[in-house]
């Protein structure tokens, strides 16, 4: 995996797991590790979009400082 900033690899890990886990709470289903990973997968898919997305917000607050 291609990584510029490993601390935010680390806030998007854990912000994808507990959307999953409050995913499979709200739909009151009992903990299962399957629909969990596959939850994650599906979520996995926009990890590139907040990144750029993120970085995008982070290269905007440099312009503005600068």
Known sequence: MNSDDPL???IILIM???SAVALL?????????SVFLRILK?????QLFLRK???F?????VSCNS
């Not at 599906?42 to 926009?46: A, F, I, R, T």
Request: avoid cysteine.
């Open 8 to 10: 935010l690899e680390i």
């Open 16 to 18: 994808m797991i507990v």
């Open 25 to 33: 709470s709200d739909r009151g289903m009992p903990f299962d590790f």
């Open 42 to 46: 599906k979520m996995n898919n926009d």
């Open 53 to 55: 997305h993120f970085r």
């Open 57 to 61: 917000i982070g290269q905007n607050d």
